[in-house]
């Protein structure tokens, strides 16, 4: 079997395993925090992705495309310049981003101000995590590139949820939300 094919079954389990203990996360989460919990914990996680959507800028793709182009040329420096850039430019976005979308709910009732502040710290992961995974995926190591937000982000959002429910923790979204 060649690599290519290897890589394309790695990557295909990883999403298969994302897929699979997200769901088990969502469901220990509905346990624990009831339906309200989860409203407040999926309006929260739904601004995260809206707002990372602007944090990231477009850039994700076109660093995968700019770094290939760079790692075949042999443009060693310019390809080191970008892999700091992106990540860095898209990082300081997403701070600041989160800081108005905290600052605008200040009104808020405190469950959905905490979930947000909580969801800023993982605005904040997922932008950079998508930056850095995509110039792996731009150096030809898509499988690598994927490990982060398709292995360790569900294995860590589930492990966390898991252990504040066994441990009978208050069913709080911003808890759920600093799991994430």
Sequence with gaps: MGSVALAGMANVLLKVFAAGTMLVATLVMGWWLGPEGVGIYAMGFATVTLTGIAARLGLESVVVREVAILAQEGRHGELRGL??????????????????LVLGHLGAAPAVRWTLVAGV?????????????????????????NVPLQLLRPLGFAGGLGALYAIGAAA????????H
Excluded at 83 to 100: D, R, W, Y
Excluded at 122 to 143: K, N, P
Excluded at 172 to 179: D, N, T
């Design 83 to 100: 892999a700091t850039f992106a990540p860095s430019i898209t990082t300081v976005l997403a701070v600041g981003l989160g800081g108005v």
């Design 121 to 145: 710290g993982l605005l904040v992961a997922l932008t950079a995590t998508s930056m850095l995974s995509g110039v792996l995926r731009g150096l030809h190591h898509v499988t690598l590139g």
């Design 172 to 179: 709080e979204p911003w808890l759920a939300m600093a799991c």
